[in-house]
């Protein structure tokens, strides 16, 4: 723990360095100082950062020195023999006195294991060490530098594994030996009494006695002896699923690494765009301008991740609830291609300056759009026949949601890319049509969906009222479907349209109210399972966003709010609170509690933390300050402040933005190495495991030598 210690006092020093020790600091050297403490503070985090990887193989190579270092000869093994585990002694004494035979066993799964650098700095004119763009080039030099340690670090852990393995695999050669040529009666005497222990358990009778309990008035009938909550144990594992079809697995995987990538892609463009709002003289290429990449990033995030990621898990969930086989894998293949091929082919041309027009949202020109509407009509087929094939009388919530929200998918595809009525204001019509219709039909509708079946299953109780559930899903399909012209309030859309849209989305509130009741109580009586679960925190805040973002949505509708937030970054703020807040976090959750029952391996606790944390903090530290900036904004605007102004008094607020991004960022690459860990995982060998394992390999060998 010293070398920790020294490491403390180093972080304390450098982040005192530079700090003024009297009041009487000129100006100037202050302004001076801006572009050298960002310069360090470059510095110290590879300094730090590889302070921490030299520690952390320090500290697993004298791991693995105690092991080598281990008590030598008789004395070690009798160790390992103390240890045994009531299994390991039973598949000892039955090779020992020859009455079975040792299944192969399987390896267990480690577990656990503020300086201003935007474009309007008060650097001295001249310097280059201030400029924006020197400064953010010298960060991403520093990427592959620290991508390099990160890199180092993974394949140093990873040769220390193997030579780890290696060596508990010879010390259990050697255990196997010991077990082979010492005194058989001292050695079950010892196993014989460490079993005794571990097996025993109280009768469950030690208070209330043998005798049956006098009851004549009936009351211990009446107890209700069928438990609504099982106990379970602190972070239970999940279980593989009986009954999955091993090629429909395959399918799910792979939907899910795909989206999985998009979502790293398309938020790396994301982040390099909160980047430039601080340094927009960061790149002059015409395919990195701002106008590109911007379509760039939600249509990855949207066409490719979320859409990807939502398909993937209702491949599992709609066939699950119909009791009923998926009536075509190879549809869902067909699905797969097409959209991936869309997102790529998408991606490159709005690089390229090809675009629909200005279209928020289906900036894809509608020859690429066509390949992800026929994904999705494969998509409809596939699923309706399914449902039509259950074997159960009702069709469960889930699908109702999932399948209806394709069903408007296709819809409001077909609406904003059929141009016969998209002339004029009919263009601005359908503009608002298509991006609420997207947002709230296609990706709320089926994370919903994926809620009602994964949320029960999680906390191993039905929903708490089905009607609730046909309440939200039929008020949303009236409310939320006139609600897209509340984008264009006092503009030259008819008056009574922009009411329409206001009083939808004064009417959301019942959808969003049942919805979210229908959640919490859900959840009655279970609280205490979050802090023993790593999905339910993240349908918890799932659901506390999905009630704060749709009626902040129903908020910024009405005409007095309208005028002071919109054209501001509040609705960048309110975008992000619904499509990462609600649906990322509803999606995370579901696959969290889905690839573990598919592959059996779990991703690492900690990663998972780590993962969830840095999203939730990126997200607050995103969206809050953008909001409170972006309203004192609008106040400016009505207040009559020149525009420049309060572009120069926004910089802070995209600052936060660019922080909070990053950690979002961030995040993401947490979650990209569960999936891995939940994919191909590691092992590690149980000495005692594996010296079992090879004694009866040596007894097999014997009995057919002889």
Not at 305 to 319: E, F, K, Q
């Given at each position: 723990m010293s070398q920790f210690k020294i490491l403390g006092c180093l972080i304390v020093i450098i982040s005192g360095y530079n700090i003024p020790l009297s009041a009487q600091v000129s100006q100037e050297a202050t302004k001076q100082g801006v572009s050298t403490n960002g310069l360090l503070i470059f510095a110290f985090v590879?300094?730090?950062?590889?302070?921490?990887?030299?520690?952390?193989?320090y500290?697993?190579?004298?791991?693995?020195?105690k092991v080598i270092k281990k008590g030598k000869g008789e004395l070690r093994f009798?160790?390992?023999?103390?240890?045994?585990?009531?299994?390991?002694?039973?598949?000892?004494?039955k090779i020992i006195k020859g009455k079975g035979k040792l299944s192969i066993f399987i390896f267990l799964l480690i577990l656990f294991g503020g300086v201003p650098v935007y474009a309007q700095s008060n650097a001295v004119p001249g310097s280059l060490w201030s400029e924006g763009g020197v400064i953010i080039t010298l960060f991403l030099i520093l990427i592959p530098i620290l991508a390099g340690i990160i890199l180092i670090?993974?394949?140093?852990?990873?040769?220390?594994?193997?030579?780890?393995?290696?060596?508990?695999?010879?010390?259990?050669?050697?255990?196997?030996?010991?077990?082979?040529?010492?005194?058989?009666?001292e050695i079950e005497s010892a196993l014989l009494k460490r079993k005794q222990a571990l097996d025993y358990s109280l009768s469950n009778q030690e208070l209330s006695g043998m005798e049956t309990p006098e009851d004549s008035k009936g009351l211990l009938h009446q107890v209700n002896t069928e438990a609504a909550l099982p106990v379970v144990a602190l972070k239970k594992r999940a279980q593989i699923r009986p009954g999955v079809d091993q090629e429909l697995s395959k399918l799910i995987v792979w939907f899910v690494c795909t989206a999985t990538f998009w979502l790293f892609f398309g938020t790396t463009v994301g982040e390099y765009l909160g980047i430039k709002f601080v340094a927009p003289d960061v790149d002059h290429f015409s395919w990195l301008s701002f106008g590109r990449l911007r379509p760039v990033h939600t249509n990855s995030v949207f066409w490719?991740?979320?859409?990807?990621?939502?398909?993937?898990?209702?491949?599992?969930?709609?066939?699950?609830?119909s009791n009923a086989k998926l009536f075509s894998l190879k549809l869902g293949w067909y699905t797969l291609y097409l959209i991936n091929t869309t997102v790529v082919l998408g991606t490159l041309s709005l690089m390229a300056g090809i675009n629909n027009g200005g279209g928020e949202y289906r900036e894809y020109i509608w020859p690429i759009q066509l390949f992800f509407a026929i994904g999705l009509i494969l998509t409809l087929i596939n699923f309706l026949i399914t449902v039509r094939n259950r074997t159960t009388k009702e069709i469960y919530i889930s699908n109702w949601y999932i399948i209806a929200s394709i069903i408007f998918a296709i819809v409001i595809t077909i609406v904003a890319y059929v141009p016969w009525w998209q002339d004029g204001l009919g263009e601005t019509i359908i503009q608002g049509y298509y991006m609420h219709q997207g947002?709230?039909?296609?990706?709320?509708l089926f994370t919903l969906g994926i809620v009602y079946y994964f949320l029960p299953q999680q906390l191993n109780k039905p929903i708490y009222s089905y009607s609730l559930g046909i309440l939200a899903f039929w008020t949303q399909i009236l409310f939320y479907t006139v609600i897209g012209t509340h984008h264009f309030v006092f503009s030259s859309i008819p008056w009574w349209l922009q009411t329409t849209a206001i009083v939808g989305s004064m009417g959301m509130i019942i959808p969003v109210a049942a919805g979210t009741t229908n959640f919490i109580l859900t959840f009655k009586g279970a609280w205490h399972?979050?802090?023993?679960?790593?999905?339910?925190?993240?349908?918890?805040?799932?659901?506390?966003?999905?009630?704060?973002?749709?009626?902040?949505?129903?908020?910024?509708?009405?005409r007095s709010t309208n005028l002071i937030w919109h054209f501001t970054d509040f609705t960048v703020a309110h975008s992000h609170i619904t499509m990462y807040g609600i649906i990322n976090f509803f999606l995370w959750a579901g696959i969290y509690a889905l690839i573990p029952r598919l592959t059996g391996k779990e991703a690492p606790q900690i990663t998972v933390g780590a993962h969830f944390w840095l999203a939730l903090i990126g997200l607050l530290f995103y969206t809050i300050p953008l909001m409170y900036g972006s309203t004192l904004r609008g106040m400016m605007w009505i207040e009559g402040k020149p525009f420049i102004d309060t572009v120069v008094f926004m910089a802070p607020f995209w600052?936060?933005?660019a922080i909070g991004g990053s950690l979002m960022w961030l995040s993401h690459l947490f979650f990209a190495y569960n999936i891995y860990r939940m994919l191909v995982g590691r092992d590690t060998v149980d000495i005692r495991e594996a010296a079992v394992e090879k004694l009866n390999l040596s007894y097999s060998d014997s009995e057919i030598k002889n």
């Open positions: 590879i300094v730090i950062f590889a302070l921490l990887a030299a520690l952390y193989l500290e697993k190579i004298i791991q693995i020195r009798k160790n390992y023999i103390n240890t045994f585990s009531s299994k390991q002694i039973d598949d000892y004494l670090i993974v394949k140093i852990r990873g040769a220390l594994r193997t030579y780890e393995n290696k060596r508990n695999l010879e010390e259990a050669e050697q255990l196997a030996k010991y077990l082979r040529e010492t005194d058989q009666v490719g991740w979320a859409s990807l990621g939502m398909i993937g898990l209702g491949y599992y969930i709609v066939p699950r609830v947002v709230g039909m296609w990706f709320m399972k979050i802090t023993t679960s790593y999905t339910l925190p993240f349908f918890l805040v799932g659901i506390i966003f999905y009630f704060t973002g749709s009626l902040q949505g129903t908020a910024e509708a009405f600052l936060w933005r």
